[in-house]
């Protein structure tokens, strides 16, 4: 690894050398707060997914400041990890300007066992039942608990043979 790498310059132009990637400027706060989140672990490239995970769960989505500062403290791409971000349907990237969702997300799977099942009629209950401002809906790949159909993910945890008497028993 060359010397100007191992320092994080990179090169705008001929014999020209920045401190800063190109892209978002790092915000301080949002560098700090990841900081903190990550602790002592070690900033391996693998953990990647397991730290946009602790940013989702400490903050309900990851914002552009976030995968910012996640990529400078990692010294990684803010496109890799902009891309492994977006990739996940269980990560809410918030980009600047845009509303973060409500705290508490309701996946309902919408694949072919649950389809089956009532999961359209499900999603629809639950979408008319629930404050938008508090709960979100959404839908979400195969679970992989279609013996169970239909199945909804409420925050981290899954509902068998769900009903929206179920998810409401489950917020409240
Ligand atoms: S089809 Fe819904 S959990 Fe598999």
């Known amino acids: 690894m060359s010397i100007e790498s191992s320092k994080g310059v990179w090169k705008s132009g001929p014999g020209r050398g920045r401190v800063r990637p190109k892209g978002r400027q790092l915000d301080d ?20 997914i397991e730290f946009l995970h602790l940013i989702q769960d400490a903050y309900g989505h990851l914002s552009a400041a976030h995968l910012r500062a996640l990529a400078e403290e ?7 990890v902009y891309e ?13 300007g845009e509303t973060p969702p409500p705290a508490l997300t309701v996946r309902v799977c919408d694949s072919l066992s649950c389809e089956l099942a009532g999961a359209a ?20 790949p195969c679970m992989g608990r279609c013996d169970t159909a239909p199945v909804l993910e409420l925050g981290h945890h899954h509902i068998d043979h769900a009903t929206p008497e179920k998810v409401l028993a489950a917020i409240s």
């Open 121 to 140: 009629q499900l999603q629809q209950a639950l979408q008319q039942g629930l404050d938008p401002k508090a709960v979100r809906v959404v839908r979400a």
């Open 29 to 48: 706060l949002a560098w700090s707060q990841v900081q903190d989140l990550l602790g002592q672990r070690p900033r391996r490239r693998d953990l990647l």
């Open 74 to 80: 990692m010294r990684l791409s803010q496109a890799e």
């Open 84 to 96: 492994v971000a977006t990739f996940y349907a269980h990560f809410d990237v918030v980009k600047e």
